[in-house]
């Protein structure tokens, strides 16, 4: 039988770039073997001393009378569960000074929904049929963005100011020049650090952006999933930001808990009841687990100290690895660079005049059993000019155990090098 699906379902139910991507990945996962070196993903790693966290915090659950019960057998509030909330606008009152309380926060099911409901609510088709557009002040940009709108077109995007740090070295920076706020720009939205480039907005861009965006009366995002305070994989110094036009989100994923879906948004009022109404009519609620696991930590403030003093130091430590690694795998004889690696999980290389495009080099290495992410997919929302750079990048994760990254990194180098000149 055959079902006529609506514009939303052909959009958000018809398949896209990135979907068939991973699905590829998956199967590639199942069938892989033990040989196989997954650095596409953005799964982050099991560190040991935040493993035990969790358990003790389960223990902790168990132990407390109706604190299971409460976690697994009730239902929060849409906007999420008042004492966590109330905890979390305590802690950066006191931690960085920001005049905020529970009306400026909500809960939603893990930060892909938060976006979602920000970019739907914000973005798209206006009540007096016009079209507004979310602002990408540079791409590459994280992909889990780049199909959010309900009936697509959602996002305006520009190419960076691209400059050489270092020998095999570079970085992208806004280019202001060209960032114009147009009447249809609805939001300006930026991660940071940046899922693929481990890129950092500066401070000044950031209070550049944040300057823009309230003097044309719209809000800023500025995406923390991997940034400061928590779960802060985060190297370059970066001071978090609050403004009251400004939109924050976090997760509980990247300091270890993928699993139990939670994300948290600091917004103005308006936005935070808007993103409660909406997760009750999508959701009712959102889970509990993640909320009362981590519920003592935020009013503690453990979960900064976890942060800087485990987390941090465990993925900078294989951060720098993987980039000694890279060093040894590619080293002078192909033309190669990475971005400057300020925070996140992965790599991002360059290969300038690489002579067949990203997506072929992934089937290569996925024949070898070498699993990474074509920059293609990254570059979402640029007007339909030719641009080889974007046909030249892969992100690489660096979350896996060392001798995978390093011989995934020689089989990529291996491979580029076959490519030609």
């Known amino acids: 039988m055959s079902y006529e699906f609506s514009d939303f379902g052909r959009h958000l139910g018809g398949g896209s770039g990135i979907g068939e991507l991973m699905e590829d990945l998956g199967h590639a996962l199942a069938g892989g073997g033990p040989d196989l070196r997954m650095l596409g993903g953005g799964q982050p790693a099991r560190i040991p001393e935040m493993q035990a966290v969790w358990r003790r915090r389960i223990e902790e659950l168990l132990a407390e009378p109706g604190g299971l019960d409460r976690a697994l057998t009730t239902y929060d509030p849409p906007q999420g569960n008042p004492r ?135 809000p800023l995002i500025i995406d923390n999933a991997y940034g400061a305070p928590f779960p802060g994989i985060i190297f370059e110094t970066a001071t978090p930001f609050w403004q009251p ?74 951060r720098d690895l993987a980039l000694q690694a890279a060093a040894e795998a590619f080293g002078d004889d192909i033309d190669w660079a990475v971005h400057r690696s300020e925070g996140a999980l992965f790599l991002w290389f360059h290969f300038p005049g690489l002579p067949i495009a990203t997506r072929e080099l992934y089937q290569r290495l996925k024949r070898r059993g070498v699993l990474v992410i074509p920059g293609e997919y990254f570059f979402f929302g640029l007007a339909d000019t030719p641009w080889k750079h974007r046909e030249e990048c892969i992100r690489v994760s660096y979350a896996m155990d060392e001798p995978i990254v390093r011989d995934g990194l020689h089989a990529i180098a291996d491979e580029v090098r076959r490519a030609g000149p």
């Open 84 to 218: 966590l909330l109330g905890a979390i606008a305590g802690l950066f009152r006191r931690t960085f000074g920001w005049q905020i309380g529970p009306e400026n926060i909500a809960v939603t099911c893990g930060g892909q929904t938060a976006f979602f409901l920000l970019f739907n609510l914000l973005a798209g088709r206006m009540p007096d049929a016009s079209r507004r557009k979310i602002l990408l002040p540079l791409v590459p940009e994280y992909i889990g963005y780049s199909d959010q709108g309900t009936d697509g077109g959602l996002f305006h995007s520009l190419p960076p100011l691209i400059e050489t740090t270092g020998p095999h070295e570079f970085k992208y920076r806004v280019d202001f020049d060209r960032l114009h706020i147009t009447p249809d720009i609805a939001a300006i939205c930026a991660s940071r650090p940046t899922n693929p480039s481990g890129n950092v907005l500066t401070d000044a861009e950031i209070a550049r952006l944040s300057d823009l965006a309230e003097r044309h009366r719209i």
């Open 245 to 318: 036009h400004c939109i924050l989100t976090y997760s509980l994923s990247k300091i270890g808990l993928p699993g139990t879906r939670t994300g948290i948004v600091i917004g103005p009022p308006e936005i935070i009841r808007a993103l409660g109404s909406m997760s009750a009519i999508v959701g009712l609620s959102n889970p509990n687990i993640g909320q009362q696991i981590i519920l003592p930590l935020v009013e503690s403030g453990e979960i900064l100290r976890l942060s800087r003093e485990v987390v941090r130091p465990f993925y900078q430590a294989k």
